[in-house]
C-alpha cells in the first residue's frame, strides 16, 4: 500500500477513499483486494469497506489505483487500511500501448477528463479492454481514480 491516499466526500454523503498498491513481488498479482478500517476519535469502529484495485492484473514491480466508495460513517474521524490481498497466479497481461494522452479539467462540472490512444500489440483481437487512469496532485496525492471501456 503505497502512502499517498487522500479522500473526499460528495454531495450526497458519499466517502470516497483514493490511493495506490504497488506489486513489489516477482509474479504478476490478480484480485488485488483494499480493505480499510474506520474509526471514531475515540478509536472505536464505526465502519469498514473493501474494494478491488482498478486495473484487474498487477504487472510485477507495477502499481494502480483503488477507489473505496460508502456512504460517509457517523462521527468517523480516520481511517487504516489493513493487509492487502491478492493472488499470485495471475498470466502476463496482454500487450497495449497507450499513446497521445492528456487530460483537462472541467471546474463547471468538477471532473477530469483523461483521452488518449490504446494500441493492441497481440496478435489477436482484445475485447473489453478497459484503462485506469490515476489523477495527482503536486505533491502526488492521488486525488481520483477511474476506468472506462476503449471505443474501439
Known amino acids: 500500500m503505497l502512502t499517498n491516499d487522500s479522500h473526499y466526500v460528495d454531495s450526497v454523503a458519499y466517502l470516497h477513499v483514493v490511493g495506490e498498491v504497488q506489486n513489489n513481488t516477482n509474479r504478476n498479482l490478480r484480485f488485488v483486494k483494499v480493505s480499510a478500517a474506520f474509526y471514531d476519535s475515540n478509536g472505536g469502529l464505526v465502519d ?3 474494494t478491488y484495485t482498478s486495473l484487474e492484473i498487477l504487472p510485477k514491480h507495477d502499481k494502480t489505483c483503488f477507489h473505496l466508495l460508502l456512504p460517509e460513517p ?3 474521524s480516520y481511517y487504516e487500511f489493513a ?5 499470485d497466479d495471475a498470466e ?12 483537462s479539467y472541467n471546474s463547471t462540472f ?3 477528463k483523461i483521452i488518449g490512444k490504446v494500441t493492441n500489440n ?3 483481437r482484445l ?4 484503462p485506469v487512469g490515476t489523477v495527482y496532485n503536486n505533491a502526488g496525492t492521488v486525488l481520483g481514480c477511474a476506468f472506462t471501456y476503449v471505443t474501439g
Open 48 to 50: 469498514t469497506k473493501f
Open 74 to 76: 457517523a462521527n468517523w
Open 83 to 87: 493487509n492487502v490481498e491478492y493472488w
Open 92 to 103: 502476463s497481461p496482454p500487450d497495449l500501448a497507450i499513446s497521445n494522452h492528456s487530460g
Open 110 to 112: 468538477g471532473w477530469y
Open 122 to 124: 497481440e496478435a489477436d
Open 127 to 130: 475485447e473489453y479492454v478497459s
